[in-house]
Antibody
Framework: QVQLVESGGGVVQPGRSLRLSCAAS????????MHWVRQAPGKGLEWVAV????????YYADSVKGRFTISRDNSKNTLYLQMNSLRAEDTAVYYC????????WGQGTLVTVSS | SYELTQPPSVSVSPGQTARITCSGD??????AYWYQQKSGQAPVLVIY???KRPSGIPERFSGSSSGTMATLTISGAQVEDEADYYC????????????FGGGTKLTVL
């Protein structure tokens, strides 16, 4: 069955960087686009970024464009989110999700940006 | 930027039909997707491509879309259906950016 496991979250100071990972299994990872979605504490879902199956196309929400970079390593079945210049408002649970319809989600990893 | 609009809350009694709407200018051209999120859990897809139901989702969940509005219908809502529901789609500008509605808290009591 499809399994997505996020990791890399934690507490980080404003202005610093963090890289999230999403390990995928149970499907042919290299055939599907992948997304990152986040949810601030007590708030709704916010779409963050998408990457095509081969990594050639990437799109971002305005709120993270220029600071976050989505990437993937199909040889390792792993999706990444490099987050730079982090702000307090980036504090959220970050989920990875599979395919254009976000058919499957991981359990999320919490990122807290605080001094 | 593109927005999807949902009512903040819907309340029904058990066995009644709950309808949650999602409005957006691009919905005539783009599919709507619906997710259920229970407290402390990751979202789960309940409807995709406007009206299709993934395997394992009860038949009481259905979806429709007409014009600029998509609707999630839960026929004979159960207490266990109490959750937050989010619609999702992409804008029509071709930039493939996703967007979520603000979410609707469904109360079944």
């Amino acid at each position: 069955q499809v399994q997505l496991v996020e990791s890399g979250g934690g507490v980080v100071q404003p202005g610093r960087s963090l890289r999230l990972s999403c390990a995928a299994s149970g499907f042919t990872f290299s055939s599907y686009g992948m997304h990152w979605v986040r949810q601030a504490p007590g708030k709704g879902l916010e779409w963050v970024a998408v990457i095509s199956y081969d990594g050639s196309n990437k799109y971002y929400a305005d709120s993270v464009k220029g600071r976050f970079t989505i990437s993937r390593d199909n040889s390792k079945n792993t999706l990444y989110l490099q987050m730079n210049s982090l702000r307090a408002e980036d504090t959220a649970v970050y989920y990875c999700a599979k395919d254009k319809g976000l058919f499957h989600w991981g359990q999320g990893t919490l990122v807290t940006v605080s001094s | 930027s593109y927005e999807l609009t949902q009512p903040p809350s819907v309340s029904v009694s058990p066995g009644q039909t709950a309808r949650i709407t999602c409005s957006g200018d691009a919905l005539p051209k783009k599919y709507a997707y619906w997710y259920q999120q229970k407290s402390g859990q990751a979202p789960v897809l309940v409807i995709y491509e406007d009206s299709k139901r993934p395997s394992g989702i009860p038949e009481r969940f259905s979806g429709s879309s007409s014009g600029t509005m998509a609707t999630l219908t839960i026929s004979g809502a159960q207490v266990e259906d109490e959750a937050d529901y989010y619609c999702y789609s992409t804008d029509s500008s071709g930039n493939h950016r996703g967007v979520f509605g603000g979410g609707t808290k469904l109360t079944v009591l």
